[in-house]
């Protein structure tokens, strides 16, 4: 197979397609086993965080009925469902505990009261998890640990196979009498069962391993158990990774080894890739381009005769109407999109294509929102992941006392905040001192790598264009400006890159140089954004053809990404010949010398340079609402960057719940 990563994009930004009538493909119904589906859509297995003592939560079966109201055609979830005690973690529903039944029973129903289907995705993590949660050893078919685990896991014995297998039995049971749908087996990303079809991590030698035959035996057996348990007519399905990409694992010639040799009742395949040592591969952020694992699915759908779902940063609807109709594809699976927009199949069925929001695989907050909240959501999304803490803007009554209200500043604050305020009936006019909106936004989409991010503000504006808001370009606002003609003043005026605190007429900040400000060929890029800015100005400078340097306090720059954001910038950097010098913090600059002392040693390194970049943290621009407090009696309000600088995902959500407090 190819390169997965290139620079070309599918579909660039902000250029996307109208989607199709709806009498084509993609809304039309298709039968897995002997269950039809609506229409062509998936939303693939993903952790929500939400499980509670090992049970699925009414924060699941509202998060799935979001998705099922939005018109996808088939759920995939609860994810990762676990089979067996051995395969402990408490962001996972226990599936072989009986208790679970009447919690899938409440999400069967919220799913199908919208008329979609549910299937529950069945797991045991093996060794690519830990043994922390259950203070119990890890198994897996082989003492080989997995790169992201770390943990030597116990090879199992042929009565631990036979425990599991009897837990896959009894978890499928506890599905089918729920009234979910159907299965699917997770053979995937991360688990036990790819780990016995791997040949890097199955070592063994008895009839569960030595060759194909042997490594697929396994799954077989467990799709047989599940049989005698659900009968013939059950969908029961694998999600399986069709390459592993990592040293000594299997590629996709030995993937279709195994497609072949899978289970005759096997009723679909999801296709998935690499392993979860690989995340950055398996849920690519935006350095990969659209459709990126297309040739995987496109050729498995070549050589099987039962459905195959697509999956791989999918987030144009034209785009997967074009793999059905090329026959790449039976159904399109989604993830991020659909957790980005619950409403996306809807809105494209119906044509509002402009009011789809985009996903831009940032992954800040569904994969890093498990890791920073504890619980999947978007930044461009307050309500995904909170569905029972916030209601849908379409339920809410429009308010009696509709307010005229000034919002100064564009960003994705204050655009949020015009967009939900005006849905909800008030009176909006924004004034953006800038000739575009979009605020920092369009200083970070100036990094090659984050262009992508453009389509927030790009959602935002294509929202904006269909409510009664005022919007003012070019236009700055001074507190004395300010007259009595508003109800309510909302202060979105963001935040500015603090000045180094080295001076120098060689010494520029990172936003100046992406805004165009010229260097000399040989610069130093002093890291302490940690972030995406340090990283991403350097990757630009030196794509440029200058000689680039860049330093860090941190053990790597960039530290402070989300985690499968880091590996492709690492890379690029390794790519572009930029020297790291990690541990090291900026003394002084003069005389075309960088002093780098390190911050463990104290020893002072000399970098040659004709410039230093400075990638700086920010500070709020917070003197427009101060000043206008002290002047006028109307409520000022302050929300996003001017409250004090964060992440995007701060900055809309401060919009759009001060709108729904208003």
């Avoid at 007519?233 to 990409?245: A, Q």
């Avoid at 785009?319 to 159904?331: I, M, R, S, T, V």
């Avoid at 500043?409 to 009936?425: E, H, K, N, R, Y």
């Avoid at 500070?619 to 004090?644: C, E, K, M, T, Y």
Wanted: charged fraction near 25%.
């Amino acid at each position: 197979m190819g390169v997965l990563y290139s620079e070309t994009r599918i579909s660039a930004p902000g250029t996307r397609r109208p989607s199709r009538k709806m009498n084509e493909l993609l809304f039309t119904p298709r039968r897995i086993g002997n269950v039809q589906i609506p229409n062509r859509t998936v939303f693939l297995a993903h952790e929500t965080g939400f499980a509670e003592d090992g049970l699925p939560t009414e924060r699941d079966a509202a998060y799935y009925e979001a998705r099922a109201r939005g018109g996808a055609g088939l759920i995939m979830g609860p994810s990762s469902m676990l089979v067996h005690p051995t395969a402990s973690n408490p962001t996972y529903a226990s599936g072989y505990d009986p208790a679970v039944i009447p919690r899938l029973e409440e999400i069967a129903e919220a799913v199908h009261r919208h008329d979609s289907k549910v299937f529950a995705q069945l797991q045991h993590t093996g060794g690519e998890d830990t043994g922390e949660h259950a203070m119990h050893e890890t198994w897996a078919p082989s003492a080989v640990p997995s790169n992201f685990g770390y943990e030597m896991p116990k090879r199992m014995e042929k009565s631990d196979i036979e425990e599991v297998k009897l837990g896959y039995a009894k978890t499928a049971e506890h599905v089918k009498r729920s009234g979910i749908d159907g299965i699917e087996l997770k053979v995937g990303h991360d688990g036990l069962l790819r780990q016995f079809i791997s040949p890097k991590y199955n070592r063994r030698s008895d009839e569960y391993g030595g060759d194909v035959d042997g490594r697929v035996r396994l799954l077989n057996e467990v799709i047989e158990v599940i049989r005698d348990r659900v009968g013939e007519d059950f969908p029961v399905g694998v999600r399986l990774t069709l390459d592993e990409m990592e040293s000594g694992g299997y590629d996709y010639d030995y993937a279709v080894a195994v497609m072949r040799r899978l289970h005759p009742s096997v009723d679909f395949l999801d296709s998935d890739i690499a392993t979860i040592s690989k995340l950055y591969v398996t849920d690519a952020p935006m350095h990969a381009p659209l459709g990126y694992t297309e040739e995987y699915y496109g050729d498995a759908r070549s050589i099987l005769d039962v459905p195959v779902i697509a999956a791989g940063r999918i987030n144009d609807l034209t785009k997967a109407e074009d793999l059905l109709q090329e026959g790449k594809a039976d159904f399109i699976g989604m993830c991020r999109q659909l957790i980005a927009d619950p409403e996306t199949v809807r809105k494209a069925e119906r044509g509002n294509d402009s009011e789809i929001t985009h996903c831009i695989a940032c992954n800040q907050n569904c994969l890093g929102g498990l890791n920073t909240k504890g619980h999947i959501g978007c930044i461009q999304t307050p309500r995904s992941g909170r569905e029972t803490e916030m209601d849908r803007l379409v339920d809410l009554p429009e308010v009696d006392d509709p307010k005229e209200v000034l919002v100064v500043g564009g960003g994705p604050a204050g655009m949020s905040f015009a967009v939900t305020a005006a849905d909800l009936g008030h009176h909006v006019t924004i004034h953006e001192k800038r000739a575009e909106l979009g605020g920092q936004v369009n200083i970070a989409t100036n990094i090659e790598a984050r262009r992508e991010f453009g389509d927030v503000v790009r959602n935002l504006e294509n929202r904006l264009r269909t409510r009664d808001v005022s919007v003012e370009t070019g236009s700055q606002v001074s507190p004395q400006d300010v007259d009595g003609g508003w109800d309510v003043v909302v202060a979105a005026t963001g935040a500015t890159e603090q000045s180094p605190d080295l001076p120098g007429e060689d010494v520029y900040r990172s936003w100046d140089v992406l805004q165009g400000e010229s260097v000399g060929d040989s610069v130093v890029v002093f890291d302490q954004n940690k972030h995406a800015t340090g990283v991403g100005v350097a990757e630009q400078l030196a794509k440029e053809g200058h000689d680039v340097t860049i330093v860090t306090t941190s053990y790597h720059p960039g530290d402070q990404l989300e985690g499968s954001n880091v590996p492709p910038f690492l890379e690029s950097l390794v790519d572009l010949n930029i020297e790291t010098k990690e541990h090291a913090t900026v003394v002084g600059y003069e005389d075309k010398l960088v002093q780098a002392m390190n911050v463990y040693s104290q020893e002072i390194e000399s970098i040659e340079a004709d410039s230093l970049v400075v990638a700086n943290r920010r500070q709020a621009r917070d003197d427009f609402a101060h000043q206008l407090r002290d002047q006028v009696d109307i409520p000022v309000h302050s929300i996003g960057d001017s409250v004090a600088p964060r992440l995007v995902d701060k900055a809309i959500y401060d919009g759009e719940t001060l709108a729904r407090e208003l």
